[in-house]
């Protein structure tokens, strides 16, 4: 999977670029994809286990001393450290108090972004769908409020695709200082779950006056192909008045239906799904 420049593109540069590269093709699923973030949940491989790293990372688990598990880590061989990864993310603080998981979460993200940022992402997933985590949890602020431009897109395109409201979404990128219109839309188009579709088209209206652009989102879902992203871009086409995009759709709407379709996630949902 191609990586992005550590650059700041500009939002809509962003866009083109994700869709030139077709950068990793599962970010686009509708389905929330949590008991698939781990290939060994709660059943470790013995490449992904140790018993004597177990022992070894169980004190600091249990004295909640991060800066012990982090000298512990650093002590450790490559293979060592990666093995002890593994068993972080999909068991140590998966099984743990919230409290524990964050307090080591923070510290190892600040150790190794690149080593620990996604696995424990994927964690705070699980942990999430079980209700020991949440976005509203502090420490998750602290981190978003600490990524750089790669971990942000990281991490974004992980969560979003699991969020199964409008709210959280708009939870999310606040929390990640996302702004509204083009920089969110980078995202949203990206995305082919419900929620984010829904403000994908409440986006489009931060760029109506491009007509340009709004087409070009148009003919991007018409490409994805699915059945809600062509069904949304029926609906762009008569909210915005689209006459030069053509396709067979089947969702027959009128301009009049179009506002409570945009102000009601209901009745979003009834006329995409």
Not at 4 to 14: F, N
Not at 44 to 67: F, G, I, M
Not at 68 to 93: C, I, K, N, P, W
Request: some cysteine.
């Amino acid at each position: 999977m191609e990586t992005l420049s550590s650059c700041r593109p500009t939002a809509w540069a962003l866009y083109v670029f994700l869709e030139d590269k077709h950068i990793d093709p599962r970010l686009s699923s509708p389905f929330i994809y949590h008991f698939s973030l781990f290939p060994y949940h709660f059943n470790l491989s013995d490449r992904h286990y140790s018993k004597t790293l177990e022992q070894k990372l169980a004190l600091p688990l249990q004295t909640r001393n991060a800066e012990e598990l982090v000298r512990l880590l650093d002590s450790f061989s490559r293979s060592e450290q990666r093995t002890a990864g593994y068993m972080l993310g999909e068991r140590l603080l998966l099984e743990c108090p919230s409290d524990a998981y964050w307090q080591m979460t923070e510290a190892l993200v600040r150790y190794d972004s690149r080593a620990y940022l996604v696995t424990q992402m994927k964690t705070f997933l699980v942990r999430m769908e079980r209700g020991t985590a949440s976005l509203s949890d502090k420490p998750f602020a602290r981190l978003a409020a600490s990524f750089n431009d790669v971990e942000r897109q990281k991490v974004a395109f992980l969560i979003l695709p699991a969020l199964a409201r409008p709210e959280q979404v708009e939870q999310f990128f606040r929390l990640m200082g996302i702004g509204k219109g083009r920089e969110q839309m980078v995202y949203l188009v990206r995305i082919d779950t419900l929620p984010c579709l829904f403000l994908l088209l409440r986006s489009l209206r931060y760029i109506e006056h491009d007509r340009g652009e709004v087409l070009q989102v148009a003919r991007q879902l018409m490409k994805r192909g699915t059945g809600s992203s062509f069904n949304l871009a029926s609906i762009i086409k008569v909210a915005f008045g689209l006459e030069e995009l053509t396709g067979t759709f089947s969702l027959r709407l009128q301009p009049y239906q179009i506002a409570r379709l945009e102000q009601s996630y209901e009745a979003f949902c009834g006329s995409v799904s």
